[in-house]
């Protein structure tokens, strides 16, 4: 089954320090996109970060940043200077079949910032 | 700038009854997805559109499950016969073309008692 795994269903990191969140995916594919999104409560969801898989470099956006180790199949997160708002529910997530819409996403993460 | 819009945002609905959602999309995005989100659970695709043609349905999309896309622009999401099983969070989300980001709308959550 082509499947994305977040192992830690609950973190929590003291506001300013920096936390990882980790996951791994299984795919056939050859190219193929990797996701971070994140759903605060009640909230929409939002995307946080992209890489795209036949890249080598690591994506980065701001405080977030991730650790893709392709043959591994790991997509880990990595969040810097953590902030009261990046409270929330984050979901890795991969596409398939060409489109960044077709998302098979992971069961979640749920990250709690603490003053 | 207007988002991705769901309506109603909230349906309480008595099991065997019909419900329908609504999803307007990000102006001039031409493709729109569903997906279901259960609690504790990450969102699961259901169908998408590319304008009005139905592209791709999922195997979670029963025959109780109906979406349309009239001339490509507001989709809408229809459940006949509701189970309880249909509780969830129903997202739309829009797409401007396939290699772009798509925009999640904020979802209707749908309760079946």
């Known amino acids: 089954a082509q499947t994305v795994t977040q192992s830690q269903p609950e973190m929590s990191v003291q506001e300013a320090e920096t936390v990882t969140l980790s996951c791994t995916y299984d795919?056939?594919?050859?190219?193929?996109?990797l996701f971070w999104y994140k759903q605060p409560p009640s909230r929409q969801m939002i995307l946080v970060i992209r890489?795209?898989?036949?890249?080598?470099q690591n994506a980065t956006e701001n405080r977030f940043s991730v650790n893709f180790q392709k043959a591994a199949k790991s997509f880990s997160l990595k969040i810097s200077d953590s902030q009261l708002g990046d409270t929330a529910m984050y979901f890795c997530?991969?596409?398939?079949?060409?489109?960044?819409?077709?998302?098979?996403f992971g069961k979640g993460t749920k990250l709690s910032v603490k003053p | 700038d207007t988002g991705v819009s769901q309506n109603p945002r909230h349906k309480i609905t008595k099991r065997g009854q019909n419900v329908t959602f609504r999803c307007d999309p990000i102006?001039?995005?031409?493709?729109l997805y569903w997906y279901r989100q259960t609690l504790g659970q990450g969102p699961e695709f259901l169908t998408y559109?590319?304008?009005?043609?139905?592209?791709?349905k999922s195997r979670l999309l029963s025959d109780r499950f109906s979406a349309e896309r009239p001339k490509g622009s507001f989709s809408t999401l229809e459940i006949q016969r509701t189970e309880q099983g249909d509780s969830a969070m129903y997202l739309c989300?829009?797409?401007?073309?396939?290699?772009?980001?798509?925009?999640f709308g904020e979802g209707s959550w749908l309760t079946v008692v």
């Open positions: 997530a991969r596409n398939y079949g060409g489109s960044q819409g077709n998302l098979i």
């Open positions: 795919t056939s594919e050859s190219n193929y996109y």
């Open positions: 890489q795209e898989a036949y890249k080598q």
């Open positions: 102006s001039e995005h031409n493709r």
């Open positions: 559109f590319q304008n009005e043609a139905q592209l791709e």
């Open positions: 989300a829009s797409q401007p073309g396939l290699g772009d980001t798509i925009y």
